[in-house]
């Protein structure tokens, strides 16, 4: 039975989906709160923001940019088209979300937050392989960014059946991985509304609702 019917018919209480939440679930499992220590709340180790990519440039200056790697020659003209260009809005690199990790790691850091939203670069594996490889506490994120990045069938999937996949990430693990989100977001919102993203944040408020999620 989805979790949002069992939720209408029951009440969170009686399903036992509010008991999950007593402690901090991170990727490598349940922890105490009290271990958390120093803590980094908005990560994201490897992500693919091509939504925010406003296509290919007409004028061939700008071409050349956007298909350009980032050197420190060209670092100037990337901050000023940071959304243009290409390697710029995507990190692929499991050794460089490791190696950044182990700064944080090393001045005393202790969890580290991963917000990355699904579909735009979340991977449970190398999250959770950045966890062990650190010794960091990771808790990864569950839900969805903004209306650019969502997929044909999600734009056509009412609410609750969202709130269900991200409810059932929390209790299942993350398709057949077993790796579970600890929180809820970040969820993506634009500078002007719009109806999709307006209903994933009401699936993410849903699905906050049936983990009894406490903030
Ligand atoms: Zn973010």
Redesign the pocket.
């Known amino acids: 039975m989805p979790y949002y019917l069992l939720f209408k018919i029951d009440g969170h209480r009686q399903s036992g989906i509010g008991e999950l939440m007593k402690k901090i679930q991170t990727v490598k499992g349940s922890v105490d709160p009290d271990t958390l220590g120093r803590t980094m709340t ?1 990560e ?1 180790l490897l992500w693919d923001q091509r939504c925010w990519w406003p296509g290919e440039p007409e004028e061939l200056s700008l071409r050349a940019i956007a298909h350009s790697e980032i050197t420190i020659e060209n670092l100037g003209q990337i901050y000023y088209h940071a959304h243009l260009h290409l390697d710029n809005i995507q990190q692929r690199s499991v050794g460089l979300a490791i190696d950044e990790a182990m700064h944080f790691r090393r001045e005393d850091g202790h969890t580290l937050v991963d ?1 990355t939203p699904i579909g735009v670069g979340r991977d449970p594996r190398v999250i959770r392989a950045v966890s062990e490889a650190t010794g960091l506490h990771v808790i990864m994120g569950s839900g969805y960014y903004i209306s650019t990045a969502l997929s044909a069938d999600l734009r056509k999937t009412e609410k609750e059946k969202i709130a269900d996949t991200i409810v059932r990430e929390f209790v299942e693990g993350v398709r057949d991985s077993g790796i579970k989100p600890g929180i809820i977001g ?1 969820i993506g919102v634009s500078d002007i509304e719009n109806a999709q993203e307006l209903k994933m944040l009401k699936a993410a408020a849903i699905a906050q609702k049936m983990l009894a999620i406490e903030f």
Do not use: G, L, N, Y
């Open positions: 908005h994201h917000v970040e």
